[in-house]
């Protein structure tokens, strides 16, 4: 018998929100989502900081409790950044969370990916059109924005079968394909989420705080596929409540509703009852 999500991952969806504590939480990312990112640590008591000077590192890594690495922007000295904090995230034993912006775009970005991956991440994560890519398939993913043609029942379960060769490999780390619906797959098993409203895909920055909010979950301590898990039915979830606020209102105010919420969810005990998914 199918089981839901919610009964896979029962003792996390009951305990986890709110936080117990305040994971800091470093992530070296874009400029154009880092105020929305470092906010939406906020808004669940997490701490952020946005720390990505190499020299800083040594100091740095034996405060923070977990890492996010984000592809959004790409320099010279972004990418040795991003290398060297994978580096010591993986020397010091910090959980970090890998997330693939553009490597469907650029073989650079598939590039870096791909060394990061050498790491062992706990969390892996893109588009679906992304994390085809980076596991070897086909993408018509443009820029780095995910393809509806990458999103079929045919071309999940292909994605599904490539990301658990590649967990043959990385039985350490979790990948997350994220699209109309959510894919998660590990050593452990196989997960599909389908929470979420389509004007997520219409304001900038929700893949990044997605990737934020897990790297958090996993500095209290959370399992890998708890965290990843939990974050997206949780983020979902609260785009949810806000579309159906929203009745009147456009884009602009539907983003301000759905971070609302971060901060107003986690309160609502039955929050956990709008969790739809199941193992695969």
Known sequence: MTQSITEV?????????????SPLVDCITNPVTIES?????LYIDAKPVMADLPEEFPELFTQIDALLLNLGHISPERKDSLLAAGRYAAETHKPFVVDLVGVAATQLRYDIGQQLLQNHPNVVKGNISEVRRFAGLKSTGRGVDGSQ???SATALAELTKALQELTERFPNTTFLATGETDLVVSAKGQWRLENGVPQL????????????????LLGIGLSNDEAVVLTVSYFNCCAEVAAAQNTAGGIASFREKTLDQLSLLADQADWVQMVKGEAL
Do not use: W
């Not at 991952?9 to 504590?21: E, N, Q, R």
């Not at 990112?37 to 640590?41: G, I």
């Open 9 to 21: 991952f029962a003792d996390a969806f009951k305990t986890t929100f709110p936080l117990k504590s």
């Open 37 to 41: 990112m470092a906010n939406a640590l």
């Open 149 to 151: 043609l990458d999103q």
């Open 201 to 216: 895909d219409r304001f900038t920055g929700t893949g990044d705080i997605v990737g934020a909010l897990t790297a958090a």
